[in-house]
T-cell receptor, first 116, second 110 residues
Framework: NAGVTQTPKFQVLKTGQSMTLQCAQD?????MSWYRQDPGMGLRLIHY???????DQGEVPNGYNVSRSTTEDFPLRLLSAAPSQTSVYFC???????????????FGPGTRLLVL | GQSLEQPSEVTAVEGAIVQINCTYQ??????LSWYQQHDGGAPTFLSY??LDGLEETGRFSSFLSRSDSYGYLLLQELQMKDSASYFC???????????WGAGTKLIIKP
């Protein structure tokens, strides 16, 4: 199993550009999420999904869109990049329910984004 | 509100034991998770406590006291490769969201 994969690994954007960060998992997990991590800080949830066709907002959703058309894929779209969106973005997946199912999240390697 | 507090940095010596504390405020508590993150890497799951007490996994143990809204991660026989940041996390009530502490950077000296 590849686990959780993310592309690209690095990206530089100019203010106002749009792009899509890709995330895929091969563990048949219902739950997928996107986080951003800024230097010296914990993870902040952007959007999450509990299954195909179901998405919801996290703590910091503004400026980002998501969709979940399949169980495997959960892309994150930046609509109009701003310097404040410079960060490291992690995608994660987990099962839902059970003892600690959702609390045991598997992370992708991250995408490092710089917005100029 | 819901929040987690953990020390920003802890320093220990190789071969020693270190404890990283986490206190939380949350509604509808389910359990406390711990993750490790090396510089430049992704978080990796270490442990999960839903019930009071100590859970042991090799050199790492995690403890939870629900009545005190407190938990800790215990690392024994420290190795240089344990130098990393450690995060605690809890589920946000009945919602499908995890909230995270700001992380504790563990510095290990030879």
């Amino acid at each position: 199993n590849a686990g959780v994969t993310q592309t690209p690994k690095f990206q530089v954007l100019k203010t106002g550009q749009s792009m899509t960060l890709q995330c895929a998992q091969d563990m048949n997990h219902e739950y997928m999420s996107w986080y951003r991590q800024d230097p010296g800080m914990g993870l902040r949830l952007i959007h999450y999904s509990v299954g195909a066709g179901i998405t919801d907002q996290g703590e910091v959703p503004n400026g980002y869109n998501v969709s979940r058309s399949t169980t495997e894929d959960f892309p994150l779209r930046l609509l109009s990049a701003a310097p404040s969106q410079t960060s490291v973005y992690f995608c994660a997946s987990s099962s839902v329910g059970g003892a600690g199912g959702q609390e045991t999240q598997y992370f992708g390697p991250g995408t490092r984004l710089l917005v100029l | 509100g819901q929040s987690l507090e953990q020390p920003s940095e802890v320093t220990a010596v190789e071969g020693a034991i270190v404890q990283i504390n986490c206190t939380y405020q949350t509604s509808g508590f389910y359990g406390l998770s711990w993750y490790q993150q090396h510089d430049g890497g992704a978080p990796t799951f270490l442990s999960y406590n839903a019930l009071d007490g100590l859970e042991e996994t090799g050199r790492f143990s995690s403890f939870l006291s629900r009545s005190d809204s407190y938990g800790y991660l215990l690392l024994q026989e420290l190795q240089m490769k344990d130098s990393a940041s450690y995060f605690c996390a809890v589920r946000r009530g009945s919602n499908y969201q995890l909230i995270w502490g700001a992380g504790t950077k563990l510095i290990i000296k030879p």
